[in-house]
């Protein structure tokens, strides 16, 4: 978590998630508590009992499991024997197409019994296509920024590189422009933005500030932010996202991220689409 230390890592919890990577069932429910049975909020309403909640991660073995990613978030003791656990969880595996990952927000409590850690409930998200932040303390649009001459310089390159402009406007209050940066920093996506867009981050805090780039453009943000727009090295917009595409990047995939930097990407015949 940028800008926080880092709880202290629980012994259990990583047993429980090399118990997942194995993929063997009993394994994983050695791990949760039977008496009472454990009670896990999910999507689709409360779950008893632990048949469920481990066959949820057993059957990630089954599906190719390269490797799962623990993020602890929260390592809370609420007294000697119990114990409140919260992370982030990217599950990483193959498929015929390649190599996928899936991200999801997970909470467990566990408490000692017999002598053994146990968990006794918790809850998680749905499925995330690309990765959640688990803090919004990162800045990714800078308050001290001349985002006028950022534009310009921008523009400068690409005109000298053959490249195009991408305009992402958005807050550090934003959590979606947090998923969006994350997304641009994957392994599938960084080469594909690097080779072929200058990147200018403008901030437009409450939706009050850098407007008049917005008016310049003929753009908007009315349906919320992040809002993209793609540039020729002229300065011509090309395309933007004011429809509210990305708006809620936080369920998107990384294929339509792809997709939309290929599509107008130099070489590409641009249409106009704003």
Known sequence: MAGAQAPPAFVPLTQWANAVRGGDAASITGFYATDPPPVFVVSTG???????????????HAQHLSRIDIDLITNEPVNAGLRQIGF??????????????????????????????????GGRTDLARLQQPTSLAGSIFSKSANAHADIAA?????????KRVLLDFGGNWCY?????????HRSDLAPLLQANYEVVNVDVENFDDNLDIVRQYHL???????????????????VS????????????????????LTAWKPGRQPRDQR
């Open 88 to 121: 982030e969880a990217g599950i990483y595996f193959q498929t015929a197409t390649g190599p996928q990952s899936l991200f999801l927000f997970v909470e467990q409590t566990w408490r000692r019994q017999d002598g053994h850690w146990r968990i006794i409930g």
């Open 176 to 184: 979606d422009c947090h998923v969006l940066d994350m997304a641009f």
């Open 220 to 238: 908007s943000i009315a349906k919320g932010v992040p809002m993209l727009a793609v540039l020729d090295s002229s300065g011509k917009v090309l």
């Open 241 to 260: 996202s004011a429809n509210g595409a990305f708006e809620a990047a936080r369920v998107l995939g990384p294929d339509q991220l792809i997709a939309f």
């Open 46 to 60: 409360i779950v008893t009992g632990v048949q469920r909640e481990a066959a949820f991660w057993a059957a990630w």
């Open 154 to 162: 921008a523009l400068r390159r690409a005109a000298a590189e053959h």
